[in-house]
């Protein structure tokens, strides 16, 4: 079975209060992209897994697609399979790559043996694995809150947009990006903002980390302040970084601009 784990954006992302469990409670909207790894299950004699493409760093026994299988297969009669993972999605960019490789590990594993796995069950695995990863069992725009990991759904469609993702290259880790942040509760409710012409939300809609990381990285504010002179309706950075995304309402080609950075656009569903 092969299926293409995409990426989210986050379009606002407030830090809102430290845990006691040493975590972050945050309020966000994760938005479906395109930009994909592709991930093949099949049938083998022995468990092996195998990647290419972008290097995963790490061992590659720590992979949640490893940690996938291995906790299904502690529930379930999985037999063993060759998993391989080809990676395009870069890597610490606030894009929720890892995560959905996982989540779409989930659902494939689901399908492919006829499991019958429920998707509350589903929730439950991908939550275990990271406080993003159940995002993507449903992989549609939704309001996310607690770790990131609890949503409901949000009335916003960009479907027709057109998306522009630039990622400079730069691995920001969560705990760099955590670690200048102070948490507070934005004046502003997110669902209600997101409700108002895209036009408006460069003035309400924020990510907290940039506050912090746009001063370490000044590259980062440069290419969100190139996105704007671009033409791009709402600019922002992804996740904890290093992407930033801008949308527009036009289809604009900007590889050439950003020609020194990895480039992902298309339109928005």
């Known amino acids: ?21 040493g975590y972050h ?17 099949t049938l083998d ?4 897994f195998q990647s290419d493409g972008i290097g995963i760093p790490g061992n590659a026994s720590d992979n949640l697609c490893i940690k996938a299988y291995q906790m299904i297969a502690a529930n379930y009669p999985l037999p063993p399979v060759k998993i391989h993972l080809l990676k395009s999605i870069p ?13 779409f590990a989930i659902k494939a594993l689901n399908q492919l043996f006829n499991l019958k796995i429920s998707f509350e069950k589903q929730l439950d695995y991908a939550r275990r694995l990271g406080s993003d990863c159940a995002f993507f069992i449903p992989n549609k725009p939704a309001y996310c809150f607690h770790k990131g990991d609890m949503f409901e759904d949000i009335d916003l469609s960009l479907k027709g947009k057109w998306i522009v993702l630039v990622n400079p290259g730069l691995h920001i880790s969560t705990a760099e990006a955590y670690s200048g942040i102070m948490p507070k509760r934005s004046e502003h ?7 108002e012409p895209i036009e408006n939300w460069k003035y309400k809609v924020k990510n907290d980390f940039e506050a912090t990381l746009f001063p370490k990285y000044p590259l980062l504010e440069e290419i969100k302040g190139a996105l704007y002179n671009q033409g791009a309706l709402y600019a922002a950075m992804s996740g904890s970084g ?16 950003f020609a020194e950075f990895a480039v992902w656009q298309g339109l928005l569903d």
């Open 45 to 48: 004699k022995e468990f092996s």
């Open 91 to 103: 890597i610490g960019a606030g894009l929720g790559g890892g995560s959905a490789d996982a989540a």
């Open 25 to 41: 409670n945050i309020a966000s909207c994760f938005y479906p992209v395109g930009w994909s790894d592709a991930l093949e299950i």
């Open 1 to 21: 079975m092969l299926v293409f784990p995409n990426a989210k954006i986050n379009i606002g992302l407030d830090i809102v209060e430290k845990r006691a469990d």
């Open 189 to 195: 409710d997110l669902r209600t903002v997101l409700k």
């Open 242 to 257: 290093s992407t930033l995304f801008g949308i527009f309402d036009l289809e604009k080609d900007l590889t050439k601009h």
